[in-house]
């Protein structure tokens, strides 16, 4: 085998040179030794390193290999065991220990003397006994309830138990009758001789319930809302439950930017978003005449932190909201709208009285009306 020299740049070998001075078995182990065989594109015979020098003995015939190879596993002998093949049991044999019986005397009666009094009482009096040593679990609700009624006397000093010895409800209970209340009618206001009311400032028409109306239209909402900039005479409005949606609320808004008299509107159970409700607050601070704001149970129940803090900031400035429904999972949001509602109620007592009336802290913000901003009164933060 050629040697290449110490410290000699391998750039420069004559690496044609080389290969012709290896003998050919060189030659094959360079070769085997070059291969990858985990490549794919080299053919099988090739990437293996065992290479069988002998010649074929014939075609290949794959169903007379497997012929041969199963009578020679046939006839071929085995091999011989070390120990011969015994079949015995080996440790010991477990066996289950017997329990001993224990003698059961037979026609023996172990009692007390409560038994023949239990015996002989009646079922209130079980009960009311059971209700006395706190065994809730033996009572059903009826049993309960007429066995921890309070009954004070005259004077109002004392309570006396009343137990379960009534005729009318004896102490064997074993179920209440189901109490079936009518079922309450549905809401037949005529919404659009309302809608007329409402449009032609009716001062008979002071309160609107159109709360579960399904036929009403979006269309028929929105006038309500455009009616509210001319009426003065309304002062409550229900539209629970009404499929009102953001849509609506803008027409609301519209509307409640210069009505000055209504001071209930209900809009809850509604599909109402959180960029509605702010606009329904801001139309709200701008005359600071609503009293009275429901909008919980809206179909988008989560608002998000920033329109709750908007929500809060809106009612920071409202010195005439004494009620607000809605939710808020924002904590510092809730804490700021429950201060604010202590603040409002809290002057009405101080107008009583005659004590100096709290005003709001924060500027109150102006709504859209129209496409533009409307400049704020200066008013708007009394």
Not at 27 to 49: F, G, T
Not at 70 to 78: G, I, M, R, S, V
Request: glycine residues 6%; aromatic residues 4%; contains cysteine.
């Amino acid at each position: 085998m050629a040697v290449i020299a110490k410290g000699k740049d391998l750039k420069d070998l004559d690496v044609d040179g080389l290969l012709s001075k290896l003998s050919k078995a060189e030659l094959e182990d360079l070769q085997n030794a070059l291969i990858d065989p985990e490549e794919s594109m080299i053919p099988p015979s090739d990437r293996c390193q065992y290479k069988l020098s002998k010649e074929p003995a014939g075609p290949f015939d794959r169903e007379k290999l497997l012929e041969y190879l199963e009578d020679k596993a046939k006839n071929e002998k085995d091999w011989e065991e070390a120990k011969p093949y015994i079949k015995e049991t080996r440790g010991k044999i477990y066996e289950p220990k017997e329990e001993k019986k224990l003698p059961v005397a037979e026609n023996v009666q172990v009692g007390s003397d409560w038994d023949d009094i239990l015996a002989k009482a009646k079922p209130e009096e079980l009960a009311d006994l059971a209700a006395l040593l706190g065994f809730h679990g033996m009572l059903n609700q009826p049993q309960y309830h007429h066995a921890f009624v309070e009954d004070k006397d005259r004077k109002g000093s004392k309570s006396v138990l009343v137990g379960l010895k009534t005729s009318n409800n004896p102490g064997l209970d074993k179920n209440s009758e189901f109490k079936i209340y009518p079922q309450e009618a549905p809401n037949s206001t005529d919404v659009e001789k309302s809608l007329q009311q409402v449009k032609g400032n009716d001062p008979a028409l002071r309160e609107l319930n159109l709360n579960n109306i399904k036929g009403i239209t979006i269309d028929q909402l929105c006038e309500f809302g455009e009616a509210l900039k001319t009426n003065t005479h309304l002062e409550k409005l229900h539209l629970a439950n009404t499929m009102s949606n953001d849509k609506v609320a803008k027409a609301f808004a519209a509307g409640l930017f210069k009505n000055k008299t209504l001071k209930l509107l209900n809009l809850e159970s509604n599909y109402i978003t959180g960029t509605g409700i702010v606009e329904l607050l801001e139309a709200i601070n701008a005359n600071q005449a609503v009293s009275e704001f429901r909008v919980a149970n809206q179909r988008p129940q989560i608002l998000g932190v920033k329109i709750e803090t908007e929500i809060a900031e809106l009612i920071r400035g409202n010195a005439s909201l004494l009620r607000f429904g809605i939710f808020l999972e924002a904590r510092n949001a809730r804490i700021v709208v429950n201060d604010c509602l202590k603040r409002n109620n809290d002057n009405l007592r101080r107008g009583r009285v005659g004590e100096e009336i709290i005003r709001p802290t924060s500027e109150v913000r102006s709504p859209l009306v129209d496409n533009g901003k409307a400049e704020a009164s200066p008013d708007q933060s009394n």
